[in-house]
């Protein structure tokens, strides 16, 4: 594995870290280390606080105590390295903007000044971008005319095209089909392998990232837990969490189903309330 | 003055410019049709043509308040919709973000506002605003050419400011969470981009009325955006239907004794019609996908 090879800086670092919204506190303490090159799910209960920590990473929320490092430097200093997929719901067929001018806005969108006529360069980027992620059959049509599937990969192309080394993606996985779902994990580690980036993908459901994942992090009850999963995924360290009893269960077929998990407190729903 | 078609169309467009009112009112109608198509077509994207409507209506209490004021109505109407404008803005936004839910509720607010405080004004003044009829379904008489020069201003800055902040705008009307995190000013955008759009539906109003503005600053670009899913190519459709609507509506209005509001709106609405319909009926396979775009990406 890649994040064993390279003995650098890791790729995300949260040291006794507490953070609050609107001055209640999220979760407190948290300690984190993501090695470079790694597959990390964050997982967890709705309004947990689990868009908290990408919006920490990102540098758009300070934290009330501790240190964070990302990429080897502070929070918002290398927003170019990171690939950012916000949670959000799908475009609908009144949005009539191609999948393929979506993409190139993760290249030149921030830039002020007018768009000069295609280059060569952008327009070799995108198409590689899109290749990438196989959207090329459908990259041409209107965004709102794909499906959630190809709606995502052409997001996950937007979130690439920058050649980013952190790639944070805030359920991409949501509101998918249960094949899609697999085939996005699948994608996410494909690109993860080849590109050499750190992938932190915030999901409900563990089950179509567990073949990939090499470290979950759970975000509940007011804290924050990382590790293995299969030392995270247990009895023991999720009743430890939400200090109540929550059984895991393993199906025939491999799959982890956690039981009694308590419902997230409702003033913690701030980024999941969307209009 | 009585100018009749005839079946010369070579001359029947040279008597369009035979009087000098009519020759401003062709140049301020085609430099409103560009304005108003380019920023209608980031209103249709942005799904903000309430925002649009009210800010048309703030030309009413700003006309009134203008000639309570003794000042000029133009000067009126800029203030009221920028104003109008700032308040949107202001109040539209929960968690940090602008929420469009929230924004409708806000708009109208401002809307009745509005009409409240032109009823103030104009009770105030005690007087009769002569000129109402045509502020509301507008007029192409008596366009001076000062009025033309200054329209033509407003129409250059803000062309300029879509020139320069255009990309980002864009990329915050797709995702205004992306763009945050990418460092985009998102806020500031979206305030300046209600501002540009006060100015845009203030200057359109003075040809199509506070009430027809939507034929030149929402129909084409909307029609546009049925044709094609292309933003360069939008853009142009969108002035290029602007324009003809204009200039047909100027024509008609010119040689027949119907208000130029009535054939503006009546040729937006039948180019929006066609639009609508063509994307329905023309052009798709059994999946349901115009050809035209899955053609591009082959």
């Known amino acids: 594995m890649t994040a064993l090879s390279q003995p650098e800086a890791p790729a995300v670092e949260l040291r006794g870290v507490t953070v609050e919204r609107d001055g209640r506190p999220v979760w407190r303490n948290a300690d984190v280390r993501i090695e470079q090159g790694e597959f990390v799910a964050v997982l967890g209960p709705n309004g947990a606080g689990k868009s908290t920590l990408l919006d920490l990473l990102l540098g758009l929320l300070r934290p009330t105590t501790g240190s964070i490092s990302v990429l080897g430097g502070g929070p918002g200093s290398n927003g170019d390295q990171i690939g950012y997929l916000p949670q959000r719901h799908a475009f609908d067929s009144t949005t009539r903007i191609r999948g393929v001018d979506i993409v190139r806005l993760g290249l030149d969108g921030t830039r002020f000044g007018l768009p000069l006529p295609w280059r060569k360069g952008p327009r070799e980027e995108v198409r590689k971008a899109i290749d ?3 959207a090329s059959d459908y990259a041409g049509r209107s965004i709102g005319e794909c499906s959630g599937g190809e709606q995502q990969r052409l997001l996950i192309a937007r979130t690439l095209i920058s050649a980013p080394r952190l790639l944070l993606l805030d359920e991409p996985l949501d509101s998918l089909d249960l094949p899609n779902q697999s085939a996005v994990a699948a994608l996410v580690n494909r690109i993860r392998r080849q590109q050499g980036v750190t992938v932190l993908l915030v999901a409900h459901d563990v089950n179509p990232l567990l073949p990939y ?26 009743s430890d969490l939400y200090e109540s009893p929550v059984e895991v269960l393993r199906t025939s077929d491999g799959r982890l189903v956690v039981v009694g998990q308590p419902e997230a407190p409702a003033h913690h729903s701030d980024r999941h309330h969307h209009p | ?29 085609t430099i409103v049709a560009v304005l108003a198509a380019v920023t209608g077509w980031f209103v249709v994207l942005r799904r903000q043509t309430f925002a649009a409507h009210a800010l048309s209506v703030m030309s009413f209490p700003g006309a009134s308040a203008a000639a309570l004021a003794g000042i000029a109505l133009p000067i009126g109407y800029f203030a009221a919709c920028t104003a109008a404008a700032l308040a949107i803005a202001a109040g539209s936004r929960t968690q940090h973000r602008r ?6 509720a806000v708009i109208a607010t401002v809307e009745v506002v509005g009409f409240a405080l032109g009823f103030l004004f104009l009770s105030l003044y005690g007087g009769v605003l002569e ?33 320069v902040a255009g990309r980002p705008l864009l990329a915050s009307s797709i995702d205004d969470l992306m763009a945050r995190a990418r460092g985009v000013p998102v806020r500031l955008l979206e305030v300046s981009f209600l501002v540009v759009l ?3 539906v203030g200057a359109t109003a003075q040809i199509t ?23 360069g190519l939008g853009l142009a459709l969108s002035v290029t239907i602007a324009l003809l609507v204009i200039w047909v509506a100027l024509g008609l209005a010119y040689y027949t004794n119907y208000s130029v509001g009535f054939y503006v709106s009546s ?12 994307r329905r009926f023309w052009h798709r396979d059994p999946r349901g996908i115009n050809i035209e775009t899955a053609t591009v990406a082959a």
């Open chain 2, 198 to 200: 006060g100015c845009a």
């Open chain 1, 132 to 134: 990438l992620v196989g």
């Open chain 2, 209 to 231: 009325g506070v009430l027809l503005v939507f034929a030149l600053l929402v129909a084409p670009a909307a029609a546009a955006q049925e044709l094609t899913s292309r933003i």
């Open chain 1, 213 to 238: 994942v090499d470290r979950v992090v759970y975000v509940a009850g007011g804290r924050v837990l990382a590790g293995k999963p299969e030392d995270v995924i247990t009895n023991q360290t999720l």
């Open chain 2, 99 to 104: 929420n469009p839910a929230q924004e409708s």
């Open chain 2, 1 to 29: 003055m009585n100018p009749s078609l005839t079946w010369n169309l070579v001359s029947d467009v040279r008597q369009l410019f035979v009087y000098p009112f009519m020759v401003n009112a062709l140049e301020a109608g």
């Open chain 2, 131 to 163: 000129s109402l009829e045509s502020l509301l379904f507008g007029s192409f008489l008596g366009i001076t050419s000062t009025q033309v020069l200054s329209l033509l201003g407003i129409a250059l800055v803000t062309l300029a400011l879509f020139g």
């Open chain 2, 267 to 278: 040729i937006a609405f039948a180019v929006y019609l066609a639009a609508r319909l063509r």
